[in-house]
T-cell receptor
């Protein structure tokens, strides 16, 4: 049981380049999330997907797009990377209902934009 | 808007001793969830303990327990018999609830816990 997996683990981009961060979960969770973590700060929600076929903006969505490909997979795309997007990115998933308040996290992707 | 504050950027404790990490939050909601997550150097975010606001009893998980003071909006984490493996960043988080539309976790800035051997 792998839980939440993310690829890649590390990435270096030049300003203006694009890339997609991949996330997959094998826990049959309905909801998935993308966060970024900056030094000295807690996690901030970028986008989330409450269920397959839906996506919504979080606290800091500008410069990002997401796709909920199916129930298992939720990708995050940077169309034109900027140095301000240098961060560690976490994907998470959760169930809904009474147990839907615990989020399970992937190992993170460290992204550097030069 | 809800906010979460962790006023201790760093704490240190001697191995086998007890340490308490502080967390305060601001909300106008009456029903919500509070969490402590641990992030070791591996970066993996791990749930340590969870508290439902409607429960007056403080949550405990082995060596980890909380002191939940709803009126004071305080949610501190006590780690007993500290072990070297407890060294990590600890994050306090808040979630509105219940309800399927309440998804966002609001996070504190974290406390770095150092364990001295």
């Amino acid at each position: 049981n792998a839980g939440v997996t993310q690829t890649p683990k590390f990435q270096v981009l030049k300003t203006g380049q694009s890339m997609t961060l991949q996330c997959a979960q094998d826990m049959n969770h309905n909801s998935m999330y993308w966060y970024r973590q900056d030094p000295g700060m807690g996690l901030r929600l970028i986008y989330y997907s409450a269920s397959e076929g839906t996506t919504d903006k979080g606290e800091v969505p500008n410069g990002y797009n997401v796709s909920r490909l199916n129930k298992r997979e939720f990708s995050l795309r940077l169309e034109s990377a900027a140095p301000s997007q240098t961060s560690v990115y976490f994907c998470a998933s959760s169930t809904t209902g009474a147990r839907g308040n615990e989020q399970f996290f992937g190992p993170g992707t460290r992204l550097t934009v030069l | 808007a809800q906010t979460v504050t962790q006023s201790q950027p760093e704490m240190s404790v001697q191995e086998a001793e007890t340490v308490t990490l502080s967390c305060t939050y601001d909300t106008s909601e009456s029903d919500y969830y509070l969490f402590w997550y641990k992030q070791p150097p591996s970066r993996q975010m791990i749930l340590v303990i969870r508290q439902e606001a409607y429960k007056q009893q403080n949550a405990t998980e082995n060596r980890f327990s909380v002191n939940f003071q709803k009126a004071a909006k305080s949610f501190s984490l006590k780690i007993s018999d500290s072990q070297l493996g407890d060294a990590a960043m600890y994050f306090c988080a808040y979630k509105r609830g219940p309800g399927d539309s309440n998804y966002q976790l609001i996070w504190g800035a974290g406390t770095k816990l150092i364990i001295k051997p």
